[in-house]
C-alpha cells in the first residue's frame, strides 16, 4: 500500500499564530488531496494539488506540493478558532490511477482564544 | 442539491450480529466508497463500487461485503461484528473512479459494538 507520514500530530496554537502541518511519502505522487474534518464531523475536501511545485491559496491557507511530488504542506496564516481540526492530506495508491485514498493520521489543530 | 447521505447515524449491536449501514450519493454522482475511521485515526479505504460492482477493495476481511443498486445508493454489511469493528464509517460519492476526482463524504455511521 501507499505509505505517507503526517507531521506533527497535535499542535496546539494561541489565536493569531500560524500553524503548518507536512505530509510526506516515500513515492513520487501524481497528486495530492488534503481534507478538513471538524470534531465530531465528517472529512470535508479543501484542495487537490497536481502540479510540481504548485502552490495554492484559500483566503489564510497555503497550500503546496514539493518539486519532487514526494511532499506538501499546508499553512495557516493568522489562525482563529474557526479553523480547530484535524487536517488530512489524502493520496491516491502508487502506480495506479483509481480513486481510493490513503489518508494520512492527520494533524489535530487546538487554537486557544 | 443534497450532499452525501448516511443512515443511521448511530448504531449499537452486540458482538457476532450483522449490520447494513446505506449510504445515498451526492446528486449527479455515480461511484460510492466506503472508508471507516478509528478513533485518533485516518480514514481507511474498505471497498469502492462503479456500475454495482465492486472495482477496488483495501485490507478488509470477506466479512465487510456491499452492495449498489441502479440510482446509485450503496449499502455496507458487516457480518459476525467484533468489538474492534466500533468505528465511524463514512460514505463518500464521486464522479467516476479517478483518483484525480473529488471525493464528497457522507457525516458516518457511528457503530458501537458491545
Known amino acids: 500500500g501507499q505509505q505517507v507520514m503526517q507531521i506533527p500530530q497535535y499542535q496546539h496554537v494561541q489565536e493569531g499564530e500560524d500553524f503548518t502541518t507536512y505530509c510526506n511519502s516515500s513515492?513520487?505522487?501524481?497528486?495530492i488531496q488534503w481534507y478538513k474534518q471538524r470534531p465530531g464531523g465528517h472529512p470535508v475536501f479543501l484542495i487537490q494539488?497536481?502540479?510540481?511545485?504548485e502552490v495554492k491559496k484559500q483566503k489564510r491557507l497555503t497550500f503546496q506540493f514539493g518539486e519532487a511530488k514526494k511532499n506538501s504542506s499546508l499553512h495557516i496564516t493568522a489562525t482563529q478558532t474557526t479553523d480547530v481540526g484535524t487536517y488530512f492530506c489524502?493520496?491516491?495508491?502508487?502506480?495506479?490511477?483509481?480513486?481510493?485514498?490513503?489518508f494520512g493520521r492527520g494533524t489535530q489543530l487546538t487554537v486557544w482564544p | 442539491d443534497a450532499g452525501v447521505t448516511q443512515s443511521p447515524t448511530h448504531l449499537i449491536k452486540t458482538r457476532g450480529q450483522q449490520v447494513t449501514l446505506r449510504c445515498s450519493p451526492k446528486s449527479g454522482h455515480d461511484t460510492v466508497s466506503w472508508y471507516q475511521q478509528a478513533l485518533g485515526q485516518g480514514p481507511q479505504f474498505i471497498f469502492q463500487?462503479?456500475?454495482?460492482?465492486?472495482?477496488q477493495r483495501g485490507n478488509f476481511p470477506d466479512r465487510f461485503s456491499g452492495h449498489q443498486f441502479p440510482n446509485y445508493s450503496s449499502e455496507l454489511n458487516v457480518n459476525a461484528l467484533l468489538l474492534g469493528d466500533s468505528a465511524l464509517y463514512l460514505c463518500a460519492s464521486s464522479l467516476g473512479q479517478g483518483a484525480q476526482e473529488t471525493q464528497y463524504f457522507g457525516p458516518g455511521t457511528r457503530l458501537l459494538v458491545l
Open positions: 494539488l497536481v502540479k510540481s511545485g
Open positions: 489524502a493520496l491516491p495508491p502508487r502506480g495506479s490511477t483509481l480513486g481510493r485514498l490513503y
Open positions: 513515492t513520487t505522487l501524481s497528486n
Open positions: 463500487y462503479y456500475e454495482e460492482e465492486e472495482r
